[in-house]
């Protein structure tokens, strides 16, 4: 009578629960031997479950030829690629990334290439992604085509920056990218001269011209 045993059971809690869930624990104890006041057989307890994910960003550009680098070139198309990652150690539930594109590019598109959601760019140059639920260790990819102005000022780096939010992350993730702008013409030039054939002792006035190609 009157003796006491303590039992400890340890329990994984499932990654996926959302933020504010409760988890009911009940026990109940019986006996071979008979108990007279059954009132304090039972007990329960109510835990809220707390979801916390740890997200990370990353952004590389990517040049026309598809090849990583640090220098866009003025009148060429250049890729993002942003990588968002969950380290955990819960779900990331309603996760949004918001990439604001710098001035002097124009946008083409943007595709989730590894994982699942759906991107959308607004008038103001953001572009939006959800990508709703990224699991822990999951892994989204993301690809943003810009087209930069041909008369960008090349004195002027890019300067982009990358904003990760989810309800299941308080501090979410944040990045930025610098990329350089080489400005590169391809001149070409045509003579001629006044008039096409020439004689001896007459007037002769060549003309040269210097244009930029359309590019084809």
Do not use: M
């Not at 990654?15 to 019986?30: F, H």
């Not at 990652?85 to 309603?94: C, I, L, Q, W």
């Not at 501090?171 to 990329?179: D, K, N, P, Q, S």
Request: hydrophobic fraction near 40%.
């Amino acid at each position: 009578p009157n003796e006491e045993r303590t039992i400890t059971i340890d329990a994984f809690v499932d990654p996926g629960l959302q933020d504010g869930a409760i988890l009911e624990n009940d026990v109940s104890v019986t006996s071979d031997e008979f108990d007279d006041d059954n009132s304090n057989n039972f007990d329960n307890t109510l835990t809220e479950v707390d979801s916390v994910a740890g997200l990370t960003v990353d952004k590389v550009a990517k040049l026309a030829v598809g090849t990583v680098g640090s220098v866009a070139t003025a009148g060429e198309p250049l890729e993002y690629l942003i990588t968002v990652r969950n380290t955990g150690p819960s779900d990331a539930a309603d996760v949004v990334v918001v990439d604001q594109l710098p001035a002097g590019v124009s946008f083409v598109s943007a595709t989730v290439v590894v994982g699942s959601g759906v991107c959308v760019a607004a008038p103001t140059g953001a572009v939006t992604c959800q990508l709703g639920t990224v699991p822990v260790g999951g892994t989204v990819q993301i690809s943003i085509v810009v087209f930069v102005d041909p008369d960008y000022d090349c004195a002027i780096d890019l300067d982009n920056t990358v904003t990760v939010t989810s309800p299941s992350s308080e501090e979410g993730a944040f990045t930025r990218l610098i990329t350089d702008v080489a400005c590169e013409a391809d001149l070409e030039v045509t003579k001629t001269s006044t008039p096409v054939t020439v004689f001896a002792g007459g007037d002769y006035l060549p003309r040269a011209s210097v244009a930029t190609p359309e590019p084809g």
